[in-house]
């Protein structure tokens, strides 16, 4: 009897783990079924679910809704639909990818191009002012606004300066260019600064007084005692070059006309404080005298460095321009 019970405590158990383990692994074998993309719904019971090997993809029965068996039906999974979804998404973000990025070589290309242009232009100007400034000397214009278009023009006057009332443009350095060009690329200079000694000059042929830049003295002897021999006397032939009024540059601090502290050509201002005429002609070099200011303080360099602007983005755009084609053309993985 004692073995009857046990046998039949035993079977007890079984029957229970077999009905437990079948309700714990009933979610297994839906994933398992829906591993291959199908999902399956048991309809009449006794429904084979086996006959599913039985018929090939290509036959009538392999379609949405189609019924296996007597009662079991499948239908495709949503996850083949949202992964095409997704493709068709990242297939547009990397087409609007690939033209947005496509602007950066095709704007460095114009911009090169464009300093190309503009070099043109820079070369132009500089042989129009080098041609300007080597011609020979043409009397002064009675008419003021006939200046405006002689601009680094050499014009010739006859007169007498005014001493009494000299402008001092200031800091500045002496036009020297063997020196400069010896220094070029050395972080300290050795140029001495000073001033500009601006002298109103009266015209004996025109009746009117311009202003003359007699050229550059060092900062020790910016006061006219401490050069009384430079103090020319009497009428003198003078040539020199055409300057126009300058507006202030950025950082450029303001004039002090009461300190006569001048940084930059303001031709109004400063016939005012004279009286003389807003005409300005920077002396030639001829003009220097032992003991005064060095004439020709004539700055006729201009910068030109579009050349490094052309290199720079032509560069540019041939390095751009490869990294899109290994991305977008070749395809190749980590560019």
């Not at 035993?10 to 829906?34: C, D, E, F, I, M």
């Not at 005014?162 to 690329?185: C, F, I, N, Q, W």
């Not at 002609?281 to 579009?306: C, M, Y």
Request: aromatic share 10%; proline share 7%; net charge positive.
């Amino acid at each position: 009897m004692a073995a009857v019970k046990a046998f039949a405590v035993l079977r007890q158990s079984l029957t229970r783990w077999h009905q437990w383990s079948g309700a714990r692994l009933a979610p297994l074998r839906v994933s398992r079924r829906n591993i291959l993309g199908l999902s399956f719904r048991s309809g009449e019971k006794g429904s084979d679910l086996g006959a599913l090997g039985h018929l090939s993809p290509f036959s009538p029965q392999w379609s949405t809704g189609s019924r296996l068996g007597t009662g079991t039906v499948w239908r495709p999974s949503r996850c083949y639909s949202s992964t095409a979804e997704a493709a068709a998404a990242k297939a547009e973000d990397d087409s609007f990818l690939q033209w947005f990025l496509l602007l950066i070589p095709a704007t460095a290309f114009g911009l090169g191009t464009w300093q190309v242009q503009r070099r043109k232009w820079k070369l132009k100007l500089i042989a129009e002012l080098e041609s300007r400034i080597m011609a020979e000397p043409i009397p002064l214009p009675a008419d003021p606004l006939e200046l405006k278009n002689l601009e680094y023009r050499p014009v010739k006057v006859r007169g007498h300066f005014d001493h009494s009332k000299e402008l001092y443009m200031m800091p500045r350095t002496k036009v020297d260019p063997a020196r400069e060009a010896r220094d070029a690329g050395r972080i300290s200079s050795s140029m001495e600064s000073g001033a500009y000694v601006v002298t109103p000059f009266h015209c004996s042929d025109l009746g009117v007084t311009i202003l003359v830049n007699r050229g550059f003295v060092p900062k020790k002897k910016v006061s006219p005692e401490t050069r009384q021999k430079g103090q020319v006397l009497g009428e003198v032939d003078l040539v020199g070059i055409v300057r126009l009024t300058e507006t202030r540059k950025p950082f450029v601090p303001e004039n002090s006309p009461e300190q006569n502290h001048w940084h930059y050509r303001d031709l109004e201002a400063m016939a005012k404080i004279t009286g003389a005429d807003p005409i300005f002609i920077d002396a030639d070099f001829k003009s220097t005298i032992p003991g005064g200011p060095i004439g020709g303080q004539t700055r006729v360099t201009l910068r030109n460095e579009h050349m490094q602007y052309i290199i720079t983005w032509y560069g540019l755009c041939a390095a751009t321009s490869y990294l899109w084609f290994q991305k977008f053309v070749r395809r190749t993985p980590g560019v």
